[in-house]
Nanobody, 114 residues
Framework: QVQVLESGGGLVQAGGSLKLSCTAS????????MSWYREAPGKKRELIAT???????HYEDFAKGRFTISSGSGKNTVDLQMNNLKPEDTAVYYC????????WGQGTQVTVSS
């Protein structure tokens, strides 16, 4: 099984930036892709972006132009750079690996004030 640990969240003013990081541990060699999700209060958890093990990236429409997913400094890490943040980006952010047995991590809280 693969475990994940998200970090980097915090409180930021609208228009600001944050960089989230996710570190996976366990059977990381079997991971085929890593994705970032978010869950806002009262809303369903939604996909933000995915990066495959070969570096192919996919973004949901709302994330294009403001969010950038990338492989972190380690083989088992993935980052999410978020720019020009808006109050509606307030949510708990989660990462999740594909291709392996896993469970949701605790996430990292992002709060954007207006």
């Amino acid at each position: 099984q693969v475990q994940v640990l998200e970090s980097g969240g915090g409180l930021v003013q609208a228009g600001g930036s944050l960089k989230l990081s996710c570190t996976a541990s366990g059977l990381i060699s079997q991971i085929t892709a890593m994705s970032w999700y978010r869950e806002a209060p009262g809303k369903k958890r939604e996909l933000i972006a995915t990066i495959t093990s070969t570096g192919i990236k996919h973004y949901e429409d709302f994330a294009k132009g403001r969010f950038t997913i990338s492989s972190g400094s380690g083989k088992n890490t993935v980052d999410l750079q978020m720019n020009n943040l808006k109050p509606e980006d307030t949510a708990v952010y989660y990462c999740r690996p594909d291709g392996v047995e896993t469970s949701w991590g605790q996430g990292t809280q992002v709060t954007v004030s207006s």
